[in-house]
Protein backbone atom coordinates (compact mmCIF):
# COMPACT_ATOMS: atom_id res chain seq x y z
CA UNK A 1 0.00 0.00 0.00
CA UNK A 2 0.83 3.83 0.06
CA UNK A 3 3.62 4.92 2.27
CA UNK A 4 4.23 8.46 2.86
CA UNK A 5 6.71 10.12 4.81
CA UNK A 6 6.40 13.96 6.05
CA UNK A 7 9.43 15.89 7.62
CA UNK A 8 10.00 17.98 9.83
CA UNK A 9 7.87 16.71 12.76
CA UNK A 10 7.79 19.57 14.78
CA UNK A 11 8.64 23.60 13.28
CA UNK A 12 8.80 26.48 15.30
CA UNK A 13 8.48 30.03 13.29
CA UNK A 14 8.59 33.47 13.88
CA UNK A 15 5.08 35.12 13.22
CA UNK A 16 5.25 36.76 9.68
CA UNK A 17 7.90 34.18 7.99
CA UNK A 18 7.22 31.17 5.89
CA UNK A 19 6.53 27.05 6.76
CA UNK A 20 7.69 24.19 4.93
CA UNK A 21 6.41 21.02 5.37
CA UNK A 22 7.18 18.12 2.91
CA UNK A 23 5.93 14.62 2.25
CA UNK A 24 7.52 11.92 0.23
CA UNK A 25 4.92 9.08 -1.45
CA UNK A 26 5.54 5.66 -2.58
CA UNK A 27 3.12 4.43 -5.12
CA UNK A 28 3.33 6.19 -8.40
CA UNK A 29 -0.22 5.77 -9.10
CA UNK A 30 -1.30 8.51 -5.74
CA UNK A 31 -3.48 10.94 -7.60
CA UNK A 32 -4.48 12.86 -4.93
CA UNK A 33 -2.50 14.60 -2.33
CA UNK A 34 -4.69 16.64 0.77
CA UNK A 35 -3.58 18.70 3.42
CA UNK A 36 -5.55 18.61 6.88
CA UNK A 37 -4.92 20.97 9.68
CA UNK A 38 -5.86 19.91 13.26
CA UNK A 39 -6.20 22.21 16.15
CA UNK A 40 -5.97 21.23 19.77
CA UNK A 41 -9.37 19.14 21.18
CA UNK A 42 -10.63 19.00 17.19
CA UNK A 43 -10.76 16.48 14.00
CA UNK A 44 -8.52 17.30 11.07
CA UNK A 45 -9.46 19.95 8.63
CA UNK A 46 -8.89 19.85 4.63
CA UNK A 47 -7.16 23.00 4.37
CA UNK A 48 -5.92 22.67 0.60
CA UNK A 49 -5.57 19.96 -1.98
CA UNK A 50 -3.63 18.96 -5.43
CA UNK A 51 -4.14 16.40 -7.96
CA UNK A 52 -1.72 14.73 -10.43
CA UNK A 53 -2.70 16.62 -13.28
CA UNK A 54 -1.49 20.18 -11.13
CA UNK A 55 2.03 21.08 -10.31
CA UNK A 56 0.66 24.09 -8.01
CA UNK A 57 -2.35 25.02 -5.89
CA UNK A 58 -2.68 28.44 -4.16
CA UNK A 59 -5.22 29.54 -1.63
CA UNK A 60 -4.32 32.93 -0.37
CA UNK A 61 -1.36 32.11 1.83
CA UNK A 62 -1.27 28.47 1.16
CA UNK A 63 0.49 26.60 -1.21
CA UNK A 64 0.67 23.39 -2.21
CA UNK A 65 3.73 22.04 -4.86
CA UNK A 66 3.52 18.55 -6.63
CA UNK A 67 6.48 17.13 -8.11
CA UNK A 68 5.42 13.77 -9.66
CA UNK A 69 8.40 12.68 -11.12
CA UNK A 70 10.58 12.83 -7.41
CA UNK A 71 7.59 11.57 -5.88
CA UNK A 72 7.21 14.62 -3.28
CA UNK A 73 4.93 17.11 -2.26
CA UNK A 74 5.37 19.74 -0.04
CA UNK A 75 2.61 22.76 2.25
CA UNK A 76 3.82 26.39 2.10
CA UNK A 77 2.65 28.77 4.31
CA UNK A 78 3.52 32.35 3.76
CA UNK A 79 3.33 35.54 6.38
CA UNK A 80 2.91 32.70 9.47
CA UNK A 81 -0.22 34.04 12.28
CA UNK A 82 -0.23 32.45 15.46
CA UNK A 83 -3.78 31.15 14.68
CA UNK A 84 -1.43 28.67 11.66
CA UNK A 85 -0.28 27.09 15.00
CA UNK A 86 -1.64 23.57 14.57
CA UNK A 87 -0.61 19.87 13.76
CA UNK A 88 -0.48 19.37 9.95
CA UNK A 89 -0.86 16.21 7.75
CA UNK A 90 -0.12 15.61 4.36
CA UNK A 91 -2.27 12.68 3.20
CA UNK A 92 -1.99 10.52 -0.61
CA UNK A 93 -3.79 7.68 -2.40
CA UNK A 94 -4.09 6.54 -5.76
CA UNK A 95 -7.43 5.27 -5.08
CA UNK A 96 -11.10 7.35 -5.09
CA UNK A 97 -11.16 6.42 -1.58
CA UNK A 98 -8.88 5.60 1.53
CA UNK A 99 -6.14 7.67 1.91
CA UNK A 100 -3.21 7.60 3.55
CA UNK A 101 -1.68 9.99 5.75
CA UNK A 102 2.04 11.40 7.24
CA UNK A 103 2.72 11.42 10.43
CA UNK A 104 2.05 14.68 10.92
CA UNK A 105 4.11 18.37 11.93
CA UNK A 106 3.35 20.17 14.88
CA UNK A 107 3.84 24.14 13.97
CA UNK A 108 4.39 26.60 16.30
CA UNK A 109 4.49 30.37 15.47
CA UNK A 110 6.37 32.87 17.83
CA UNK A 111 4.70 36.11 18.60
CA UNK B 1 -25.00 21.45 10.41
CA UNK B 2 -23.96 19.18 7.62
CA UNK B 3 -21.37 16.88 9.20
CA UNK B 4 -19.88 13.71 10.94
CA UNK B 5 -21.58 13.31 14.44
CA UNK B 6 -18.95 10.85 16.89
CA UNK B 7 -19.98 9.77 20.39
CA UNK B 8 -19.33 9.21 22.80
CA UNK B 9 -17.04 12.15 23.49
CA UNK B 10 -14.85 10.90 26.27
CA UNK B 11 -14.73 7.27 27.56
CA UNK B 12 -13.06 5.71 30.35
CA UNK B 13 -13.22 1.62 30.01
CA UNK B 14 -11.55 -1.16 32.55
CA UNK B 15 -9.84 -3.91 30.46
CA UNK B 16 -11.83 -6.44 29.19
CA UNK B 17 -14.88 -3.98 29.15
CA UNK B 18 -16.57 -3.99 25.39
CA UNK B 19 -18.04 -0.91 24.13
CA UNK B 20 -19.48 0.80 20.57
CA UNK B 21 -18.05 4.04 19.18
CA UNK B 22 -21.23 5.63 17.37
CA UNK B 23 -20.58 7.78 14.10
CA UNK B 24 -23.05 8.93 11.52
CA UNK B 25 -22.51 11.24 8.24
CA UNK B 26 -25.40 13.36 6.89
CA UNK B 27 -23.78 14.07 3.44
CA UNK B 28 -24.70 11.20 1.96
CA UNK B 29 -20.66 10.16 1.34
CA UNK B 30 -20.57 6.45 -0.09
CA UNK B 31 -17.10 5.67 2.34
CA UNK B 32 -16.32 6.03 5.91
CA UNK B 33 -13.21 4.76 8.16
CA UNK B 34 -12.09 4.87 11.29
CA UNK B 35 -8.78 6.33 12.51
CA UNK B 36 -6.86 6.11 15.72
CA UNK B 37 -4.35 8.60 16.62
CA UNK B 38 -1.46 8.44 18.98
CA UNK B 39 0.96 10.97 19.69
CA UNK B 40 3.52 10.75 17.45
CA UNK B 41 2.19 8.32 15.04
CA UNK B 42 -0.24 10.02 13.14
CA UNK B 43 -3.70 8.66 12.24
CA UNK B 44 -3.65 5.23 11.30
CA UNK B 45 -6.74 3.30 9.72
CA UNK B 46 -8.39 0.45 11.72
CA UNK B 47 -11.17 -0.36 9.38
CA UNK B 48 -12.77 1.44 6.44
CA UNK B 49 -16.13 1.12 4.27
CA UNK B 50 -15.77 1.96 0.85
CA UNK B 51 -19.29 1.38 -0.02
CA UNK B 52 -22.52 0.50 2.01
CA UNK B 53 -22.51 -3.41 2.24
CA UNK B 54 -18.65 -3.41 2.60
CA UNK B 55 -15.52 -3.16 5.21
CA UNK B 56 -12.23 -3.69 5.18
CA UNK B 57 -9.20 -3.80 7.25
CA UNK B 58 -6.73 -1.02 8.03
CA UNK B 59 -3.18 -1.40 8.82
CA UNK B 60 -4.41 -1.59 12.57
CA UNK B 61 -7.36 -3.93 12.67
CA UNK B 62 -6.74 -6.37 15.73
CA UNK B 63 -9.14 -6.12 18.51
CA UNK B 64 -11.98 -3.69 16.78
CA UNK B 65 -14.91 -4.94 15.21
CA UNK B 66 -17.10 -2.61 12.62
CA UNK B 67 -20.43 -2.93 11.16
CA UNK B 68 -21.70 -0.15 8.17
CA UNK B 69 -25.20 -0.35 9.20
CA UNK B 70 -27.00 1.93 6.25
CA UNK B 71 -25.14 4.79 4.12
CA UNK B 72 -25.41 7.08 7.21
CA UNK B 73 -23.86 4.97 10.15
CA UNK B 74 -20.60 3.35 10.79
CA UNK B 75 -19.89 1.64 13.93
CA UNK B 76 -16.32 0.61 15.57
CA UNK B 77 -16.85 -2.31 18.75
CA UNK B 78 -13.88 -2.83 20.96
CA UNK B 79 -14.83 -6.51 22.11
CA UNK B 80 -12.66 -6.95 25.23
CA UNK B 81 -10.88 -3.60 25.72
CA UNK B 82 -6.62 -3.50 26.34
CA UNK B 83 -4.70 -0.36 27.92
CA UNK B 84 -2.85 -0.42 24.50
CA UNK B 85 -6.38 1.33 22.74
CA UNK B 86 -6.31 3.79 24.54
CA UNK B 87 -6.38 6.44 22.01
CA UNK B 88 -8.30 9.45 20.44
CA UNK B 89 -10.43 7.71 17.94
CA UNK B 90 -11.97 9.89 14.29
CA UNK B 91 -14.55 8.71 11.91
CA UNK B 92 -14.52 10.14 8.99
CA UNK B 93 -16.37 10.13 5.31
CA UNK B 94 -15.83 10.72 1.96
CA UNK B 95 -17.28 10.74 -1.74
CA UNK B 96 -16.16 8.70 -4.56
CA UNK B 97 -13.11 10.47 -6.03
CA UNK B 98 -12.65 12.62 -3.02
CA UNK B 99 -14.59 15.68 -4.30
CA UNK B 100 -14.24 17.35 -1.07
CA UNK B 101 -11.67 15.50 1.09
CA UNK B 102 -12.20 13.57 4.08
CA UNK B 103 -14.80 15.42 6.45
CA UNK B 104 -14.01 14.17 10.06
CA UNK B 105 -15.87 14.08 13.39
CA UNK B 106 -14.56 15.49 16.69
CA UNK B 107 -12.91 12.53 17.88
CA UNK B 108 -13.64 10.01 21.14
CA UNK B 109 -11.28 10.05 23.58
CA UNK B 110 -11.11 6.48 24.99
CA UNK B 111 -8.95 5.86 27.85
CA UNK B 112 -8.46 1.92 29.33
CA UNK B 113 -7.94 1.82 32.48
Known amino acids: GENVEQHPSTLSVQEGDSAVIKCTYSDSASNYFPWYKQELGKGPQLIIDIRSNVGEKKDQRIAVTLNKTAKHFSLHITETQPEDSAVYFCAATPYDYKLSFGAGTTVTVRA | NAGVTQTPKFQVLKTGQSMTLQCAQDMNHNSMYWYRQDPGMGLRLIYYSASEGTTDKGEVPNGYNVSRLNKREFSLRLESAAPSQTSVYFC????????????FGSGTRLTVV
Open chain 2, 92 to 103: ASSDRGFMNGYT
